[in-house]
């Protein structure tokens, strides 16, 4: 492919082709490795658009790149071009209830930009993740029992399709993981801050205990997060080896109200995962369970001696594994016991099975009419 | 274990690079120069960027990268790849025992550290 016409389309210090390039941009948070053709650095949808074009024109991949934190290799390319959105990472405005970003926003820049206002889509990194990547997958949130998902918030985006196509959408293309189109601007809704919050921090012996707590809290609103660390992981973590819940609620419901005390405690919930792949679980998956066998499944984690931690609030939790051998036996007792697969991280090229055959022909029906030459992206999710 | 084979490549190291903010390119942050080390890349730009830059504040697996970026640097000079004016530098500091090289009285007047 034409290097200089690339050159021209975003200036020589944009584009590379280079080996250095090549190999870092060719795998991402899942350790995959892939084969990139070309690394450009767009910051204009201008760019975005002729690069798409010029690819459907010469029938070669374009693969989208937010933060590459996909734990699913939904970055991945295949003799593909990869585009970086890390330098259009422009907030062009805010006004009362909603805000326009460019796809390359890392979300505490945007909350941090904010002030009085909050946008409550936050998954566990938020100093590292995009508003583009996000919407790919459909983000969750520490606080999704209260505020949902990514879906809920995004009320437009700006949009290029594989026809080539730069039209807005609704909230509908949110979670296509960059298979019918490259997004290239946001509008998203925006909240009032929370100011009152408190915590519980509670203790379990017993599972049956654990989940009825967890089961008593599902209609109270003002609990906006529920969180779980398991005895294994908790060990791992330095923790008394015990079941914890993390209750954080937006009222003064809970016993922990001094500020600095919870933001402590959720910055040990923060390392759980570097605490638990310190010691080689470096593999972290995300199940969900329903809330009627989670205690039957926190039973087999600790058969197994599986450190696991996570959302329970929302019924998904984080089994951290030494090996990928070891997720098949996980696989089988989440079907078993009625869950899903890949319920937060996204399908991406490792998660396919965890798609239901309905989503997966509306998805299949969805790429033939957004993207026929199946440049986008390719060989995710479907 | 070897310490690099640590890196998972989650890419949290990204908030800690402030060059990356500057250059939007993978290349500076540690999971850029880790990815390299493991493939036994050598190239200048691992005399290129500050290793002040470089941090492992958010590795949630401690991956002591400086060391390896040193030990990378080290592997280069072994080949005969390190960058004219690292080459310079290591010979001042031999010849004259600071990495500038020969230097007039008047040249310096005072020094900070």
């Known amino acids: ?7 021209k389309l975003v200036g020589k210090e944009n584009v590379s082709d280079e080996i250095i390039d090549k190999e870092i941009y060719s795998t991402d948070g899942s350790q995959i490795k892939g084969r990139t053709d070309k690394v450009t650095w767009v910051t204009e949808t201008k760019q975005v658009h002729q690069i798409v074009l010029y690819a459907r ?48 926003v890392i979300l505490k820049d945007l909350n941090k930009a904010l002030k009085n206002k909050f946008f409550p889509i936050i998954p566990e990194n938020s100093s590292v993740h995009t508003i583009g990547g996000m919407c790919g997958i459909n983000s969750s949130s520490i606080y999704e029992k209260r505020f949902g998902k990514m879906k809920n918030w995004v009320q437009e985006v700006e949009m290029i399709d594989g026809n080539g196509r730069l039209k807005k959408y609704g909230p509908e293309v949110i979670g296509t993981e960059g298979i019918l189109g490259l997004i290239t601007k946001i509008k998203l809704k925006i909240t009032d801050k929370i100011h009152e919050k408190s915590m519980d921090l509670l203790k379990f012996n017993k599972i049956e205990e654990l989940v009825e707590k967890v089961a008593s809290l599902k209609n109270n609103k003002e609990a906006i997060a529920i969180e779980y660390i398991n005895p294994t992981a908790s060990e791992l973590m330095d923790l008394e080896k015990k079941h914890y819940l993390i209750i954080e609620y937006i ?6 109200k001094d500020n600095k005390e919870i933001e402590r405690i959720w910055n040990i919930k923060k390392t759980a995962f570097a605490k638990i792949a310190s010691q080689e679980f470096t593999i972290m998956e995300d199940p969900y369970i329903p809330i009627y066998n989670m205690a039957e499944f926190l039973y087999w984690l600790e058969e197994k001696g599986i450190p696991c931690f996570g959302p329970i609030g929302i019924s998904v939790l984080h089994p951290c594994f030494k090996d990928r051998e070891s997720i098949q036996e996980l696989n089988e007792t989440v079907k078993k016991l009625n869950g899903n697969l890949g319920a937060k991280f996204g399908i991406g090229l490792l998660k396919k099975e965890a798609l239901n055959e309905t989503t997966k022909q509306e998805l299949i029906r969805l790429k033939q009419e957004f993207d026929p030459s199946k440049i986008l992206n390719t060989g995710k999710v479907i | 274990m070897a310490d690099i084979d640590k890196c998972i490549l989650c890419g949290l190291c990204r908030q800690d690079s402030s060059l990356l903010k500057i250059t939007g390119k993978e290349t500076v942050t540690s999971r850029g120069k880790a990815i390299l080390i493991k493939k036994g890349i050598l190239d200048k730009i691992f005399f290129i960027d500050p290793m002040n830059d470089i941090t492992v504040a958010h590795c949630p697996t401690n991956v002591e990268i400086t060391e390896e970026i040193r030990k990378q640097r080290e592997k280069m000079v072994e080949h005969g790849m390190e960058t004219k004016p690292n080459r310079r530098m290591i010979e001042n500091l031999r010849d004259f025992g600071n990495p500038y090289g020969e230097q007039k009285k008047q040249e310096i007047k005072e020094v900070f550290s």
Do not use: C, Y
């Not at chain 1, 492919?1 to 050159?7: A, D, G, Q, V």
């Open chain 1, 57 to 104: 024109r010469i029938k070669k991949s374009v693969v989208p790149r937010g933060a590459g934190t996909s734990l699913v290799g939904s970055v991945i390319p295949f003799d593909s071009i990869i585009v970086d959105f890390t330098k259009m990472n422009k907030i062009e405005s805010i006004a009362k209830d909603h805000v326009i970003v460019q796809p390359g």
């Open chain 1, 251 to 256: 009222d003064l419901e809970g016993e922990i």
């Open chain 1, 1 to 7: 492919m034409n290097l200089t016409w690339f050159e």
